[in-house]
Every structure is written in C-alpha cells, then in structure tokens.
C-alpha cells in the first residue's frame, strides 16, 4: 500500500509550514488514513495519532456519537461523521482532523451500495463533509484505498484554500502595520 507521495508531501510541508496539527478518526478506511500520514516526513511534527472507532460501541464510547442516532442510520452519516471529526480534533487537541465511516462492502443496511462520508474540521468547525460511492463489486480493500486517496486528495484542497486564505490575512496585516507606520 503505497500512497501518492508527492500529495502526502504537500500536506506534511503545509501543515508544518503552518505549524498546524492533525488528527484522524476512521471506521471504513479502518487504518489507511493513519498510515497514510505516518508515512508523511516528520510526521511526528504534525500528526498528532488517530483511532480507528469500528463499531457503534466504540464511536459512542470514544467519539460521543449519539447512541440512537447511530442505532437508526448505522454509524453511516454526514452527522455522524462530523461529530466523529469535531470529537477527535477535541481528543487530540489538533488544529485539523479527518473522520470516515462508510461501507465498502455492499450489505442490506446500505441497500447493497458501496459508499463513505468523510469530514474535514478545522480549528473546531467543520470545513467540508463529503460522500463517495463506488460500483457495488469494488472489492473491499480497493474501495479502502480509494476512500483514502481520494479523501486525501480532497484535504489537500481544503490545506490549499487554508493556505490562500492565511497569505491574504497576512498581507492585509502587513498592508494595515505599513499604512499605520507611514
């Protein structure tokens, strides 16, 4: 399992130049995300750990999901990946984190689809939630490894936008300290 390295790179170099933290909570990915970002160089500079929370049991325990909330829709959710996302970045008091929870194999309570919700919180707010499906006969770990790449690529987007965003703040402050020193 080989991840694209140049994106992991991008995402190392961006979270450190920031000197931003981040965190994971998986359940479809089951590990892939973590392993992901430990393969990243100096990861230890960023990557504060993760947890892959499998069962309901242990989302409810670890992550505070809502137990009947999870009962109904069966841990699968844009609500309940979000709370996932929000809960882990609190636990490993990270600026950044990345939730997933899906299916990758297709049974009766995800009407025989393939599919996962991811979610980006960022500084305790949620960024981006997204859901991914795939053909039904994607062999489960292909649908794990394209869940990963796929939603990394995706959080690469969002550090991006991050990045822009603080160059602009920092400009205009830099504008608003020359325009007071004149």
């Given at each position: 399992?080989?991840?694209?390295?140049?994106?992991?790179?991008?995402?190392?170099?961006?979270?450190?130049?920031?000197d931003e933290t981040i965190a994971v909570?998986?359940?479809?990915?089951?590990?892939?995300?973590?392993?992901?970002?430990?393969?990243?160089?100096?990861?230890?500079?960023?990557?504060?750990?993760?947890?892959?929370?499998?069962?309901?049991?242990?989302?409810?325990?670890?992550?505070?999901?809502?137990?009947?909330?999870?009962?109904?829709?069966?841990?699968?959710?844009?609500?309940?990946?979000?709370?996932?996302?929000?809960?882990?970045?609190?636990?490993?008091?990270?600026?950044?984190?990345?939730?997933?929870?899906?299916?990758?194999?297709?049974?009766?309570?995800?009407?025989?689809?393939?599919?996962?919700?991811?979610?980006?919180?960022?500084?305790?707010?949620?960024?981006?939630?997204?859901?991914?499906?795939?053909?039904?006969?994607?062999?489960?770990?292909?649908?794990?490894?394209?869940?990963?790449?796929?939603?990394?690529?995706?959080?690469?987007?969002?550090?991006?936008?991050?990045?822009?965003?603080?160059?602009?703040?920092?400009?205009?402050?830099?504008?608003?300290?020359?325009?007071?020193?004149?």
């Amino acid at each position: 399992m080989e991840f694209h390295k140049k994106l992991l790179e991008y995402i190392g170099q961006s979270l450190m130049t920031a000197d931003e933290t981040i965190a994971v909570a998986e359940s479809v990915t089951s590990g892939c995300l973590q392993l992901a970002f430990s393969q990243i160089p100096n990861a230890s500079l960023i990557y504060k750990g993760g947890m892959t929370a499998y069962t309901l049991p242990m989302k409810v325990k670890l992550l505070n999901v809502d137990q009947e909330e999870a009962e109904k829709c069966d841990c699968v959710s844009e609500n309940i990946v979000e709370t996932m996302a929000l809960n882990v970045a609190k636990l490993y008091e990270t600026d950044w984190s990345i939730a997933t929870t899906g299916y990758c194999t297709p049974i009766r309570n995800s009407s025989y689809k393939i599919f996962a919700f991811f979610s980006f919180s960022y500084k305790g707010k949620i960024i981006h939630t997204g859901k991914l499906e795939l053909h039904p006969k994607t062999q489960a770990l292909n649908a794990q490894l394209y869940y990963t790449e796929f939603i990394l690529g995706c959080f690469k987007t969002e550090v991006s936008k991050n990045k822009e965003v603080q160059s602009r703040l920092q400009l205009k402050i830099n504008g608003n300290e020359r325009i007071k020193a004149s």
